[in-house]
């Protein structure tokens, strides 16, 4: 259905194999089959780790549960190994493919969330000019983000930028 909606076409099972053929034969020179046949069709065999979005998403959870335990910088480690799987936006490829909207909506809102919470550990390790240029970009892109506002006007008060935290609260008022 993600290829051809709800009316494929008489050669849609041959398509398939032919593509997944194809895929086999590029993955020739691996050690193992990463295509797997199944009962209803084929199987991607790796370990999670291997994809992008799972290890930013253990590594970015692991990263705000460090930030609330207090571990500012084991906070940071994890979290700037998250958002370095970034290359994009999510699913750039497929952007206007059905089955890929929802996923990259919630990846795209937990790489904002992860970028707050990397914010917070950097305010909170004192590292108020870092944290303040990633909010202040931060904001620019999702003007609506409270947290990022209030981490920003945080982080430039913190840094002895009274002027330029009121501000922020002003812009973000408005």
């Given at each position: 259905?993600?290829?051809?909606?709800?009316?494929?076409?008489p050669t849609?099972?041959?398509?398939?194999q032919?593509?997944?053929?194809?895929?086999?034969?590029?993955?020739?020179?691996?050690?193992?089959?990463?295509i797997?046949?199944t009962?209803?069709?084929?199987?991607l065999a790796?370990?999670p780790?291997a994809?992008?979005?799972?290890a930013?998403?253990r590594?970015a959870?692991?990263g705000?549960?460090?930030?609330?335990?207090?571990?500012?910088?084991?906070?940071?480690?994890?979290?700037?190994?998250?958002?370095?799987?970034?290359?994009?936006?999510?699913?750039?490829?497929?952007?206007?493919?059905?089955?890929?909207?929802?996923?990259?909506?919630?990846?795209?809102?937990l790489?904002w969330?992860?970028?707050?919470?990397?914010?917070?550990?950097?305010?909170?390790?004192?590292?108020?000019?870092?944290?303040?240029?990633?909010l202040?970009?931060?904001?620019?892109?999702?003007?609506?983000?409270?947290?990022?506002?209030?981490?920003?006007?945080?982080?430039?008060?913190?840094?002895?930028?009274?002027?330029d935290?009121?501000?922020?609260?002003?812009?973000?008022?408005?």
């Amino acid at each position: 259905e993600a290829l051809w909606g709800g009316t494929p076409p008489p050669t849609a099972t041959k398509a398939i194999q032919n593509h997944v053929a194809r895929l086999r034969a590029s993955f020739a020179s691996l050690d193992r089959e990463l295509i797997e046949t199944t009962p209803g069709g084929y199987r991607l065999a790796v370990d999670p780790e291997a994809i992008d979005a799972v290890a930013f998403e253990r590594r970015a959870m692991e990263g705000r549960r460090r930030l609330a335990a207090g571990d500012t910088a084991a906070a940071v480690d994890e979290l700037t190994d998250a958002l370095a799987l970034w290359r994009g936006p999510a699913y750039a490829d497929v952007a206007d493919a059905e089955f890929a909207l929802g996923e990259a909506a919630r990846l795209s809102e937990l790489r904002w969330m992860a970028t707050e919470d990397f914010a917070e550990a950097q305010v909170e390790r004192g590292g108020f000019e870092l944290a303040s240029a990633d909010l202040s970009r931060l904001v620019q892109d999702q003007p609506g983000r409270e947290r990022a506002w209030g981490l920003l006007i945080r982080a430039l008060y913190a840094a002895g930028r009274q002027r330029d935290a009121l501000a922020a609260y002003q812009q973000a008022r408005r």
